[in-house]
Every structure is written in structure tokens, then in C-alpha cells.
């Protein structure tokens, strides 16, 4: 079955530096991914939807310049977080979407767990 | 408050049925879709209903969908230690934009 992969799973960053996570799709090509992130108990909340070739799609309430997404080519989505604080502790999920928008299948990376110290 | 609510834990004895329940807020949805997490892997596709379905079975999975009461569950039959997870509600109008719940961590005893 179609596998999407995170990386890091874990990461430990001290307080205003940046933190790189990757999400790769391993055996087919998405025009579109999206990115989530959870705290706990809460639910997981859409943040950005990243576009092949095109800027991604922020939601409300999500920091452009805080949250950066790079989706460079068709298998590879990246979410750095800038300057991060300790706010910004939470885990991190990626999806891809394997065929055509609106009716592919979403498949889920193993998401990547940040703390901000 | 939030667009897709679950309880957060459910605790159950193998052998027996697990019932998880979902409440969601927007009538426009069109799909419901339940997904299961185990620990280290990413969320999987479980099953998912269309709105203008009441019930949807697979094998051990069956799926119930109150559409005038905004309420989805899913049933497990038979449950088994290998079903303990975490388990995600979500709706979405054009399975595009989901909205997810927290999550259901289901507990299975031997």
C-alpha cells in the first residue's frame, strides 16, 4: 500500500531556532499534501495544504512567516518552523493525496512529535 | 468549541464489541470517515460512509450514521488486542477539508 514518511519522528529544539520536518511520499507522486498539527486531547487540526509548484494554502489563524511550507517537488513536503517556542511543542501530521482532488485516498505520515525547550 | 467531538478513551474486554461514538456539527458534511492510528505508524483509512447512507458494514466494522442528530459510530465485533489503537472521526463536505476529532484511544484486555 501507498506509505507516506515523516522525518524526524522526534524532535528536541531549544527556543529560537528552526525545525525542518519532512514529509515524503514513497511510492506515488501528490500535487497535494497537507499538514496538521495536535495538542493533546485536542483534535487534529488542518494547518496549511501544500500545493506542488505553488504556495501553500494557510488557514485561518495559522502564521504564514511562523509555519513555512515547501512542497519542492511531487513526493516531498516540508514544514519548517521558525524561531519556534516553547508554544509550538505539539505533534506534527502530514497527509498525501494519492489521485485525483476530491476523490483520492488521504494517507497519513507517522507524524513528528516537537519539543520546544 | 469543536466541529468534530469524541470521547477521549475507551477500555473494553477482547472478545467483546467496542462502540466509538462521534458527534460533528456541520450538516453540509458528505463523508465520514473513521481512521486508526497504532503507535508509530501514521493514521490508515478504516472505512468511511456517505451521508445519505444509515449503516455501512465490513466484515467486523460496522458503521452507523444519524444524520439528523449529527452522530456517527463505529463498531467494532469481537474485539482483539491487536484493535487497541487510537481512532479518528472526521467529516468532510468534499473530501477535501477534513475535520478531525481527538482520538479514541481504544484499550483492549486480555
Known amino acids: 500500500g501507498a506509505v507516506v514518511s515523516q522525518h524526524p519522528s522526534r524532535v528536541i529544539c531549544k527556543s529560537g531556532t528552526s525545525v525542518k520536518i519532512e514529509c515524503r511520499s514513497l511510492?506515488?507522486?501528490?500535487?497535494?499534501m497537507f499538514w496538521y498539527r495536535q495538542f493533546p486531547k485536542q483534535s487534529l487540526m488542518l494547518m496549511a495544504t501544500?500545493?506542488?509548484?505553488?504556495?501553500?494554502?494557510?488557514e485561518q489563524g495559522v502564521e504564514k512567516d511562523k509555519f513555512l511550507i515547501n512542497h519542492a517537488s511531487l513526493t516531498l513536503s516540508t514544514l519548517t518552523v521558525t524561531s519556534a517556542h516553547p508554544e509550538d511543542s505539539s505533534f506534527y501530521i502530514c497527509?498525501?493525496?494519492?489521485?485525483?482532488?476530491?476523490?483520492?485516498?488521504?494517507?497519513f505520515g507517522e507524524g513528528s512529535r516537537l519539543t520546544v525547550l | 468549541g469543536e466541529d468534530v467531538e469524541q470521547s477521549l478513551f475507551l477500555s473494553v474486554r477482547e472478545g467483546d464489541s467496542s462502540v466509538i461514538n462521534c458527534t460533528y456539527t456541520?450538516?453540509?458534511?458528505?463523508?465520514l470517515y473513521w481512521y486508526k492510528q497504532e503507535p508509530g505508524a501514521g493514521l490508515q483509512l478504516l472505512t468511511y460512509?456517505?451521508?445519505?447512507?444509515d449503516m455501512k458494514q465490513d466484515q467486523r466494522l460496522t458503521v452507523l450514521l444519524n444524520k439528523k442528530d449529527k452522530h456517527l459510530s463505529l463498531r467494532i465485533a469481537d474485539t482483539q488486542t491487536g484493535d487497541s489503537a487510537i481512532y479518528f472521526c472526521?467529516?468532510?463536505?468534499?473530501?477535501?477539508?477534513?475535520?478531525f476529532g481527538a482520538g479514541t484511544r481504544l484499550t483492549v484486555k486480555p
Open positions: 497527509s498525501a493525496r494519492r489521485g485525483a482532488p476530491n476523490t483520492g485516498e488521504l494517507f
Open positions: 511510492d506515488f507522486q501528490a500535487t497535494t
Open positions: 501544500s500545493n506542488e509548484g505553488s504556495k501553500a494554502t494557510y
Open positions: 456541520d450538516s453540509s458534511s458528505t463523508y
Open positions: 460512509i456517505f451521508s445519505n447512507m
Open positions: 472526521a467529516e468532510s463536505i468534499n473530501n477535501n477539508d477534513m475535520r
